[in-house]
């Protein structure tokens, strides 16, 4: 797993906020419960809501990150706005020849839950980050991790951009 700190320009972060908070009150959004496969989902007494982002801000997204992700033929991007219960269960992306999340919140209180958890290939213990504002998590070695659920305390979603690339 690599993190990357730091890996947005402050005006691209603007950008992707005010997209965000257009998008919140629109019909543009799925949910985890039909878009992931049922065994994600164990453990989850949430959903999370997922939507795409602009073209635009698709294009602006790749070219500052170009310098943090690996060589890929196709990458989805997508929104993920994850709710109170919330959380994905263990497993290794392996599917995908890498897999990334990108923080979005300003501030994440670690009680709130939403806690990236995953296995070095090298290791038998495991590590955790909390969510912390513009950090990338960059998964191209297909360890094994999960997300700790979203505690029902917190008024605030766990706002993330996910990279899958083929």
Same mark, same amino acid.
């Given at each position: ?37 049922? !065994?994600?989902?164990?453990? %989850?007494?949430? #959903?999370?809501?997922?939507? *795409? ?5 698709? +294009?602006?997204? @790749? ?17 993920? !706005?994850?709710?109170?219960? %919330?959380?994905? #269960?263990?497993?290794?992306? *392996? ?5 990334? +999340?990108?923080? @979005? ?62």
């Amino acid at each position: 797993m690599k993190i990357v700190n730091s890996v947005l320009s402050n005006d691209l972060l603007i950008q992707i906020g005010e997209e965000l908070q257009s998008k919140i009150q629109k019909d543009c959004w799925g949910t985890s419960e039909v878009f992931w496969q049922p !065994l994600l989902n164990l453990n %989850s007494t949430g #959903s999370v809501l997922i939507s *795409e982002p602009s073209d635009k801000i698709k +294009t602006e997204i @790749l070219s500052e990150l170009k310098n943090n992700l690996p060589e890929y033929s196709d990458i989805h991007i997508k929104y993920h !706005l994850w709710q109170k219960g %919330s959380a994905i #269960s263990c497993h290794s992306d *392996e599917q995908y020849k890498f897999g990334a +999340t990108l923080y @979005l919140n300003e501030f994440w209180e670690i009680n709130w839950g939403g806690i990236f958890v995953w296995k070095p290939k090298d290791s038998d213990i495991m590590k955790a980050i909390a969510p912390t504002h513009n950090t990338l998590v960059l998964n191209d070695q297909n360890e094994m991790h999960f997300v700790t659920p979203l505690a029902y305390t917190t008024d605030n979603f766990r706002a993330t951009i996910q990279f899958f690339a083929y």
